[in-house]
């Protein structure tokens, strides 16, 4: 009981430091990259930037936009709407946005990236001569998260080989009612990454063509609960994933603090569901989940030499889920 507390505190936002926004910046609605860079430059702290539902920001052309003060980039008039303001990069962008303060929140964007397939193929064929295929093509990436306490909520990421968001460092991270999908790149291809001692809530959003829709670096610390969301059954690897020391080559089995997958709705069956690669410091918590598949086993996977026998006592719990494959 007492861990289960410890887990619960452990992903609550009530320690979360973002203020109360103040409002718009100014009464004006963006709708063009000039007006949405003087907006971020003269904003104050906690600020909401209103942007135009039909706004089209084009950067392929220009430096990655960095917001480095704690500001609301919203979706004007809604941030649930079909129709969401666009940033788009028809190159190679590494990222496309650059978050480098904590607090800021993103509502009801849509980021596009062009690297929409796995190139499964033509990378197996170039690892084959000996060449690392996967870096053969441009490597993209949506959303660089660098600072805590960031939110996302109610927008679009597809179209980036590497990452649609990738999070270093950064704690608190939330992501919520999103739509993230075509971001499977093969041997990259992630929805959601995180790197170092990032931490994230990952919750009621839509993932698909992804090669892994959720997966860390799983270094020291590092910890996600993803709950409440849909799977859906077009991924080309596992939809969730933690590395483990092996993979980082840092003589450790440490596959990252903490891992809750619960509440989902798994729809692949062509690939595991989620793959142990490492021993994890506190544990992986897999529960009351609705999957495709035929049997518990099928769901569940091991690699770098880890199996469900010497995980080691009460690493791995995994209860409660439903299994839907016939």
């Known amino acids: 009981m007492k861990k289960l507390l410890c887990l619960s505190l452990f992903f609550s936002l009530s320690c979360t430091q973002i203020q109360p926004s103040r409002g718009p910046a100014s009464g004006i609605i963006v ?3 000039a007006e949405l860079e003087e ?15 039909d706004a089209v920001f084009d950067l392929t052309h220009e430096p990655k936009l960095v917001i480095d003060k704690r500001v609301t980039l919203r979706a004007y008039p809604k941030i649930d709407q079909d129709k969401k303001p666009l940033f788009i990069h028809k190159g190679k962008p590494v990222p496309l946005m650059d978050i480098q303060a904590p607090g800021v929140v993103l509502e009801g964007l849509r980021f596009e990236g062009v690297e929409t397939d796995s190139k499964k193929a033509e990378i197996i064929a170039l690892n084959k001569q000996g060449i690392k295929g996967v870096y053969k093509f441009p490597v993209t990436r949506g959303i660089d998260v660098n600072a805590s306490d960031v939110k996302i909520k109610y927008c679009e990421m597809s179209g980036f080989s590497h990452a649609a968001i990738f999070a270093t460092d950064a704690k608190n991270l939330v992501v919520v009612r999103s739509s993230i999908h075509h971001n499977q790149r093969w041997g990259l291809g992630y929805g959601i990454a995180l790197n170092k001692q990032a931490t994230a809530i990952i919750q009621h959003n839509i993932f698909d063509f992804n090669r892994h829709s959720v997966a860390g670096t799983g270094h020291s610390g590092q910890a996600y609960e993803a709950s409440y969301n849909i799977f859906k059954k077009n991924h080309n690897d596992t939809p969730l994933d933690m590395h483990g020391g092996k993979d980082r080559k840092d003589g450790t089995e440490v ?22 690669r490492g021993r994890p410091e506190f544990g992986v918590l897999i529960t009351e989940n609705k999957m495709s598949y035929k049997k518990p086993d099928d769901a569940i996977g091991y690699y770098n030499g880890i199996n469900k026998n010497n995980l080691g006592w009460m690493k791995f719990i995994y209860k409660d889920n439903v299994f839907t494959g016939k």
């Open 31 to 33: 709708s063009t990259l």
């Open 39 to 53: 907006e971020i430059a003269r904003a104050s702290e906690g600020a909401v930037i209103r942007i135009a539902q």
């Open 255 to 276: 596959a990252g603090y903490l891992v809750s997958i619960h509440h989902n709705v798994i729809e692949t069956t062509s690939v595991k569901a989620f793959i142990h």
